[in-house]
């Protein structure tokens, strides 16, 4: 067990030197947040005050801005643009722990939770902020490798490789139909994050690589984004989605609405038209992944030790303060948690309700404290955004639908905005004003093992070397 005043030494309202607690610590609730994300790291910020002992548990050292991952996926900026270590950003915060440390148990009768390597934090009030994960509707098997998905920083930088991998073996490509497929891209739901990929990519091949190859032109890429649904950016009003999908329109992407793919293969995809049932296919080395997700594997973990119940996608069914039925020391919030009680609907999983719980459970405690009423969780709507490319965006703020330059500028200050660290507003600043005016990208590098690139290339060479499908992760390419 990491005792409290074992791993937690030095600073104002923690153990001195010899590991002693005063009896003013001794009286402080211990808080165990799991999950440095949006959720966990505004809880922790939001308790900077409040007469606890916070400890943060992440599984990486930093917090990741995940909205701005697609930028490191198609080169405009790079991972550390968008993280931030947690020790630095707690540094200041005395009441703070952080410890480094991946979560696979909890014990709520001992009030522990338990580490992989078998340590255990004992807990009074614990918040569970571990978000969610790629969901391949039953094909996670097969389709895992074949369609990655954006979630974490090696996702976006496995992206990255493999799109600019494409536009190099079709630069060396002599057939045809196999340059074709290959400077084909396939992007899988037209959310947020399919729309914001598919325009990235569009502004990549129309615009920034122009010119830089001999061969091939980057804006003959078809870029093809695959919706389900009847339209793309479905929770936003119908004639935003109509701008949405003429912006992509003029960067070269097209959109396939009412299409649901069926099948991902090495060198194409499968999709199906939901009103007439004909089936086409798609030469392709690269489809990209942004449909569904499910919940982290700490739901499980919560219904087998806590009994809480999940909703279809995993995630945890929690009451109006957040917490789960019979334990009200234990919190989910974020990502992982299905919050009904507004509009009988979950909330959707965007960073705004992630850090808007968080805020509510540092004020669930101070009340507690205090033996003040608490009031349900209430969700304050900000309004959704979704940028398509340069000058390219669209906005719902309260009932105001922007499009174009402007929303284009909103988002592109919102996003500043919360960028955690000052120094990662300014170089994603510089970077974009960079970016905007010479239309240049600075982080389209192809990184990886050592192995030479052509031995990755989906290209038949006459070595007798069987093809690397671009779609392996080529950490796993066989090169002996
Ligand atoms: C590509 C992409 C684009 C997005 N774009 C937008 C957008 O434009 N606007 C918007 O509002 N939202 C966007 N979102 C959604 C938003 O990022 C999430 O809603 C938000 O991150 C949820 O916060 P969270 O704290 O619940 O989880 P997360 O931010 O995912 O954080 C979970 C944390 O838990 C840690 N963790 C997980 N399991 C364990 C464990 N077992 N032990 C220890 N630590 C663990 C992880 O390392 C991570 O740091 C986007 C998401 C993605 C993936």
Not at 1 to 11: D, F, P, S, V
Not at 231 to 260: C, F, M
Not at 444 to 459: C, D, K, N, Y
């Amino acid at each position: 067990m990491i005792e409290l005043n074992h791993a937690l030494r030095g600073g104002e309202g923690w153990p001195d030197s010899a590991g002693r607690l005063s009896e003013m610590d001794k009286k402080k609730e211990h808080v165990v947040i799991v999950g440095g994300g949006f959720g966990g790291l505004y809880a922790a910020k939001a308790m900077k005050h409040a007469p606890v002992n916070v400890t943060l548990v992440d599984r990486r050292n930093f917090h990741l801005f995940q909205p701005l991952l697609y930028q490191v996926a198609t080169g405009s900026l790079s991972p550390e643009d968008i993280a931030s270590p947690l020790r630095a950003t707690l540094k200041g915060q005395k009441n703070t722990q952080f410890l480094t440390g991946q979560v696979i148990d909890i014990d709520p009768e001992r009030k522990v939770i338990i580490l992989e390597d078998g340590d255990e934090i004992g807990y009074d009030a614990l918040v569970v902020a571990t978000g969610a994960s790629h969901h391949y509707f039953g094909h996670d098997v097969e389709w895992e490798d074949r369609a990655p998905g954006l979630k974490t920083v090696e996702d976006a930088i496995r992206m990255r490789r493999q799109l600019l991998l494409a536009f190099e073996a079709a630069e060396r490509e002599s057939d045809p139909d196999r340059r074709r497929a290959l400077m084909t891209f396939v992007i899988v739901g037209g959310g947020p994050t399919g729309v914001e990929l598919a325009g990235a990519l569009g502004e990549m091949t129309r615009h920034t690589m122009r010119e830089e190859f001999r061969a091939i032109d980057t804006a003959n890429a078809q870029i093809n984004l695959v919706e389900a649904l009847d339209r793309i950016l479905s929770t936003y009003p119908e004639d935003l989605s109509a701008k949405a999908t003429a912006a992509l329109g003029e960067l070269g992407v097209t959109v396939l609405t009412n299409n649901l793919v069926i099948e991902i293969a090495g060198d194409y995809v499968l999709v199906k038209d939901t009103k007439t049932n004909d089936q086409a296919l798609i030469p392709t080395y690269t489809v990209l992944w942004a449909a569904g997700v499910k919940a982290s594997p700490l739901s499980r973990v919560l219904a087998q030790r806590a009994g809480a119940e999940l909703d279809r996608a995993g995630r945890v069914m929690v009451q109006p303060d957040l917490t789960i039925p019979g334990h009200d020391d234990i919190f989910v919030i974020g990502d992982l948690a299905n919050f009904s009680h507004q509009t009988g609907e979950p909330l959707p999983g965007v960073a705004q309700v992630a850090m808007q719980m968080g805020n509510y459970v540092a004020d669930v405690l101070r009340r507690r404290r205090f033996n003040k009423a608490i009031r349900p969780f209430h969700y304050k709507d900000k309004g959704n955004l979704a940028v398509i490319g340069r000058n390219r965006a669209v906005a719902d703020i309260h009932n105001f639908r922007f499009s174009g330059l402007p929303a284009w500028l909103i988002w592109a200050l919102i996003h500043i905005n919360f960028l955690i660290e000052f120094d990662n507003k300014l170089k994603v600043m510089v970077q974009w004003g960079w970016n905007y005016f010479t239309r240049r990208q600075g982080a389209r590098l192809i990184t990886g093992e050592a192995s030479p690139v052509w031995m990755q290339l989906p290209v038949r060479h006459d070595s007798g070397i069987e093809d690397a499908a671009i779609h392996a992760n080529a950490d796993h390419v066989d090169t002996d």
